[in-house]
T-cell receptor, first 111, second 114 residues
Framework: KQEVTQIPAALSVPEGENLVLNCSFT??????LQWFRQDPGKGLTSLLLIQSSQREQTSGRLNASLDKSSGRSTLYIAASQPGDSATYLC??????????FGQGTTLQVKP | DAGVTQSPTHLIKTRGQQVTLRCSPK?????VSWYQQALGQGPQFIFQYYEEEERQRGNFPDRFSGHQFPNYSSELNVNALLLGDSALYLCASSLLGLQDTEAFFGQGTRLTVV
């Protein structure tokens, strides 16, 4: 049974700092991995999708990596801003498209 | 493109009642999945619909049922509501079977059972 874990559960950093969020999964037979952002009480916004054959994806200040063999992904946020404050969720998908989520990392960026 | 839209945004129901939530997928998407997110938790998969049929189901009781229409929109029905059904219900749309398909989510429906 696939299980996804995100560490840390919460993180507080000063503005401008570079930071890394971690995601681990127990079954390496994934189709893809997706990172999402969720603002309080809102839906999920897709940030990055990494296919199983890829090692990393970049979008602006965000970079996500994937190491299937070790069951790990990281989300790197460069030069953090207060507007980055949100909960970040990672999810893995098998070939059926069903997503299995971690519990998220709640990020606070202080001005 | 309006993206994934869900209605209503908020709902308050009494224990024992029934509720219907609605979802319109992103244009061009043929698959709709529903998730339940309790406060402080990650979303949990309820079920997925493709070609108007339930393709797979998560660990949820039969009180949770759904439907997909020919235009790919979908409904989630919950019967005999329990206090524990209070949660944010999220709808996601995607294209089935494509490795590079992204799942896009709606803004969710906040259900409160009193």
């Amino acid at each position: 049974k696939q299980e996804v874990t995100q560490i840390p559960a919460a993180l507080s950093v000063p503005e401008g700092e570079n930071l890394v969020l971690n995601c681990s999964f127990t079954d390496s037979a994934i189709y893809n991995l997706q990172w999402f952002r969720q603002d309080p009480g809102k839906g999920l916004t897709s940030l990055l999708l990494i296919q199983s054959s890829q090692r990393e994806q970049t979008s602006g200040r965000l970079n996500a990596s994937l190491d299937k063999s070790s069951g790990r992904s990281t989300l790197y946020i460069a030069a953090s801003q207060p507007g980055d404050s949100a909960t970040y969720l990672c999810a893995v998908a098998g070939n059926t498209g069903k997503l299995i989520f971690g519990q998220g990392t709640t990020l606070q960026v202080k001005p | 493109d309006a993206g994934v839209t869900q209605s209503p945004t908020h709902l308050i129901k009494t224990r024992g009642q029934q509720v219907t939530l609605r979802c319109s997928p992103k244009s061009g998407h043929d698959t709709v999945s529903w998730y339940q997110q309790a406060l402080g938790q990650g979303p949990q998969f309820i079920f997925q619909y493709y070609e108007e049929e339930e393709r797979q189901r998560g660990n949820f009781p039969d009180r949770f049922s759904g439907h997909q229409f020919p235009n790919y929109s979908s409904e989630l029905n919950v019967n005999a509501l329990l206090l524990g059904d209070s949660a944010l219900y999220l709808c996601a749309s995607s294209l089935l079977g494509l490795q590079d398909t992204e799942a896009f989510f709606g803004q969710g429906t906040r259900l409160t059972v009193v």
